[in-house]
């Protein structure tokens, strides 16, 4: 029978990821959405640490970064409408006081540095070859930060340029961490500054790159999930897409997911990632009326799920969990009016 749409085969992965395994997201806002599905299954996951990053320009800076363990200092940052922020990070690293957002920030570099020293995959999502570079410096930044245009100097990295400096930073991150695999994507998330030629021009600059990037180091080391085509060749449909008609729907979301879950993360791990879904959705569940027999015992069977996984699995912690659900039933068992 006719599918009326084509599938994307996706290749067979020689590794698995999983519980017990670690795993970096760096890259676009696409990074977000698969990372933080890992992240709130408890996966042991470091996403963004330096906020969402467009251009690889921009993931690599911020990858040499993390190897050097490098330490901001006050030099670092600029004063722009009463906050100081840092080139190289997203304005949730930004506020009024500067020894705030030097914390922020060193604290979080601190951790990183050693969490891709020793994580399984480094999970990598181009955005747009367009980059923002610093007129005075020649500085690639992540975020502009509202500071004028006429600061800036906007081009479009070329294949080469991507190539040459992802060679030199995956032989520097193998030179640290010998056992991470690399997966590269590129975001389904349309740039639409420079229209629809620029916007191609821009994903197939990034297409092209990652393909001889994968060329020069071969399937055992790195590799690529085609999130991109499974959006263009496979959904195809606006239907997929947020009111913005530039970002993805939910739906969409959820079924690049069961792709990259399938492709990526052993069975063992899937299956517990459905049941730690289901406690997520009762943590986050909040009744019209909580006073009731029937969400009494929803809580206590909720918490006894999340002891028994909890205790049985030490990669997993469900703390939060156990303790929200201890509480609520505390409060409502304290109620003798109980109805249902």
């Given at each position: 029978?006719?599918?009326?749409r084509?599938?994307v085969?996706?290749?067979?992965?020689?590794w698995?990821?999983g519980y017990g395994?670690?795993?970096?997201?760096m890259?676009?806002c696409?990074?977000?959405?698969?990372g933080?599905?890992?992240q709130?299954?408890k996966?042991?996951?470091?996403l963004?640490?330096?906020g969402i990053?467009y251009?690889?320009?921009?993931?690599?800076?911020?990858?040499?970064?993390?190897?050097?363990g490098?330490?901001?200092?006050?030099?670092n940052l600029?004063m722009n409408?009463?906050l100081w922020?840092?080139?190289?990070?997203?304005s949730?690293?930004?506020?009024?006081?500067?020894?705030?957002?030097l914390?922020?920030?060193?604290?979080?570099?601190?951790?990183?540095a050693?969490?891709?020293?020793t994580?399984?995959?480094l999970?990598?999502t181009?955005?747009t070859?367009?980059?923002?570079?610093l007129?005075?410096?020649g500085?690639i930044?992540?975020?502009c930060h509202?500071?004028?245009a006429k600061?800036?100097?906007?081009y479009r990295l070329?294949v080469?340029e991507i190539?040459?400096?992802?060679c030199r930073?995956?032989?520097?991150?193998?030179?640290?961490?010998a056992?991470?695999?690399?997966?590269?994507t590129?975001?389904p998330?349309?740039?639409?500054?420079?229209?629809?030629?620029g916007?191609?021009?821009?994903?197939?600059?990034?297409?092209l790159?990652v393909?001889?990037?994968i060329e020069?180091f071969g399937a055992g080391?790195c590799?690529?999930?085609?999130?991109?085509?499974i959006v263009?060749?496979e959904?195809r449909?606006y239907?997929?897409y947020a009111?913005?008609?530039?970002?993805?729907s939910?739906?969409a979301?959820?079924y690049?997911?069961?792709r990259f879950?399938?492709?990526?993360?052993?069975?063992?791990?899937?299956?517990?990632?459905?049941?730690?879904?289901?406690?997520?959705k009762?943590?986050?569940?909040?009744p019209f009326?909580?006073?009731?027999?029937?969400?009494?015992?929803?809580l206590?069977?909720?918490?006894e799920k999340?002891?028994?996984?909890?205790?049985c699995?030490?990669?997993?912690?469900?703390k939060l969990?156990?303790?929200?659900?201890?509480?609520?039933i505390?409060e409502i068992?304290?109620?003798?009016?109980?109805?249902?």
């Amino acid at each position: 029978m006719n599918e009326f749409r084509t599938i994307v085969g996706i290749p067979d992965f020689p590794w698995k990821n999983g519980y017990g395994k670690s795993s970096v997201f760096m890259g676009s806002c696409f990074t977000e959405n698969i990372g933080g599905r890992m992240q709130d299954q408890k996966y042991n996951v470091d996403l963004n640490p330096f906020g969402i990053l467009y251009n690889p320009a921009s993931v690599a800076n911020s990858i040499r970064i993390l190897l050097e363990g490098k330490v901001f200092s006050s030099g670092n940052l600029v004063m722009n409408d009463g906050l100081w922020h840092s080139f190289n990070h997203h304005s949730r690293f930004s506020s009024a006081n500067m020894e705030e957002t030097l914390g922020k920030i060193n604290n979080r570099i601190k951790f990183s540095a050693a969490f891709i020293k020793t994580a399984d995959f480094l999970f990598i999502t181009f955005g747009t070859a367009w980059v923002y570079e610093l007129k005075d410096s020649g500085e690639i930044v992540s975020n502009c930060h509202k500071i004028p245009a006429k600061k800036f100097r906007r081009y479009r990295l070329s294949v080469d340029e991507i190539v040459q400096e992802y060679c030199r930073l995956l032989e520097d991150i193998w030179g640290i961490n010998a056992n991470i695999k690399v997966i590269f994507t590129v975001s389904p998330i349309r740039h639409w500054k420079d229209g629809a030629m620029g916007n191609q021009l821009s994903k197939a600059t990034l297409l092209l790159a990652v393909n001889r990037i994968i060329e020069v180091f071969g399937a055992g080391t790195c590799g690529y999930f085609p999130s991109f085509e499974i959006v263009m060749d496979e959904l195809r449909d606006y239907r997929f897409y947020a009111e913005d008609m530039f970002h993805l729907s939910k739906t969409a979301n959820d079924y690049i997911w069961e792709r990259f879950e399938a492709a990526l993360i052993d069975k063992e791990s899937q299956e517990m990632g459905a049941e730690i879904a289901k406690i997520r959705k009762a943590f986050s569940h909040r009744p019209f009326n909580p006073h009731t027999k029937e969400h009494l015992r929803f809580l206590y069977i909720s918490m006894e799920k999340a002891r028994e996984l909890d205790s049985c699995h030490p990669y997993i912690n469900l703390k939060l969990e156990i303790d929200y659900f201890n509480e609520q039933i505390e409060e409502i068992s304290g109620n003798t009016n109980l109805s249902g």
